[in-house]
């Protein structure tokens, strides 16, 4: 480490890890997969999700000196984002279950040249941290795949300190983000595609008003609430090059196009490049997008111990 490391949990599980909260291997394998797309696209990925970033950093009141955990990482946003906030005297965590995900934010902290940021491989839902850690913690997109959210919930509220704020972010109505249907519904005419089970993990899985924050309020979360929030996703590319990065970032893109006959792909190619450029604009992509921000707190000591 380039700096005293987080104190970590004792764990009474003996390799650390509760299988029962683990992601599914096929999960884990999908996302293993796609790591090093992710590290490609590592720039635009950012530009495109910027907002929701800043979103993250108001509603967890983030600020400098603080130490600040984010859960389901990626290869490395927003905590790296986070780390040039809080400066040199904050610390910043990305834990995430996908090694290659993790080693890709580890480069780019190398490169960066950051002191302050640290990852590690872990579940959302057994944090290799004490109680009372960080000042913050924050997910972008990453609690529609926590495989027990409530318990991923608790153990953030665990380690974060008394009044210590966690913010998350999870995508809104699908029919409101054309980043992802403009290209499904093209799919979806050679490929059928059966609604996920209710509490399958999916990017649209907390999607309704509501699901989340109930989710907070039985981990225990006080004062939970969300917002709204709408931006422009903005990618410095072509329709053609849109088409190959969602192509290679979503492995779920990629076995549907891997059910096509060549005449169908070429078909399915062309119309979906049609429909993308409804939103080419000079400057590259430009979408519409709405996302739900999740708040709450952790209650302070006082209250844990019912004197406030």
């Given at each position: 480490m380039v700096f005293d490391s987080f104190p970590s949990s004792p764990?009474?599980?003996?390799?650390?890890?509760?299988?029962?909260?683990q992601p599914s291997q096929e999960v884990l394998?999908?996302?293993?997969?796609?790591?090093?797309?992710?590290?490609?696209?590592?720039?635009?990925?950012?530009?495109m999700f910027r907002s929701?970033?800043?979103?993250?950093?108001?509603?967890?009141?983030?600020?400098?000196?603080?130490?600040?955990?984010?859960?389901?990482?990626?290869?490395?946003?927003?905590?790296?984002?986070?780390?040039?906030?809080?400066?040199?005297?904050?610390?910043?965590?990305?834990?995430?279950?996908?090694?290659?995900?993790?080693?890709?934010?580890?480069?780019?902290?190398?490169?960066?040249?950051f002191k302050n940021a640290q990852f590690e491989v872990a579940p959302a839902d057994q944090l290799p941290f004490s109680a009372d850690t960080f000042d913050a913690a924050v997910s972008r997109f990453g609690a529609m795949f926590f495989p027990s959210p409530v318990d991923a919930v608790r153990e953030m509220l665990r380690v974060l300190k008394p009044a210590g704020k966690l913010a998350l972010a999870v995508w809104h109505l699908a029919e409101n983000n054309p980043f992802f249907y403009t290209l499904s519904r093209v799919l979806g005419r050679y490929v059928d595609s059966p609604?996920?089970?209710?509490?399958?993990?999916?990017?649209?899985?907390?999607?309704?008003?509501?699901?989340?924050?109930?989710?907070?309020?039985?981990?225990?979360?006080?004062a939970p609430c969300e917002r709204v929030l709408q931006f422009t996703m903005e990618a410095p590319i072509s329709v053609e090059d849109f088409w190959t990065l969602r192509m290679e970032m979503s492995e779920t893109l990629r076995q549907k196009v891997s059910m096509l006959s060549m005449q169908q792909l070429t078909e399915a190619k062309r119309s979906a490049l049609e429909a993308l450029r409804e939103y080419s604009t000079e400057h590259g992509m430009s979408f519409p997008a709405e996302?739900?921000?999740v708040s709450a707190s952790k209650s302070r000591r006082v209250d844990v111990l019912g004197l406030g």
């Open positions: 764990s009474s599980d003996p390799d650390g890890i509760l299988l029962r909260m394998n999908r996302w293993t997969h796609v790591a090093p797309f992710w590290e490609k696209y590592r720039p635009i990925i950012r530009q929701v970033t800043d979103a993250l950093v108001v509603d967890g009141r983030i600020g400098r000196r603080h130490a600040v955990l984010d859960i389901a990482t990626g290869p490395g946003e927003p905590a790296l984002t986070i780390a040039s906030l809080v400066g040199p005297e904050g610390r910043v965590c990305g834990i995430d279950p996908v090694l290659e995900m993790v080693e890709a934010a580890r480069r780019e902290a190398d490169r960066l040249a609604p996920p089970a209710p509490d399958a993990p999916d990017p649209f899985r907390f999607a309704n008003p509501g699901m989340l924050r109930d989710v907070l309020s039985e981990a225990g979360a006080l996302v739900l921000i």
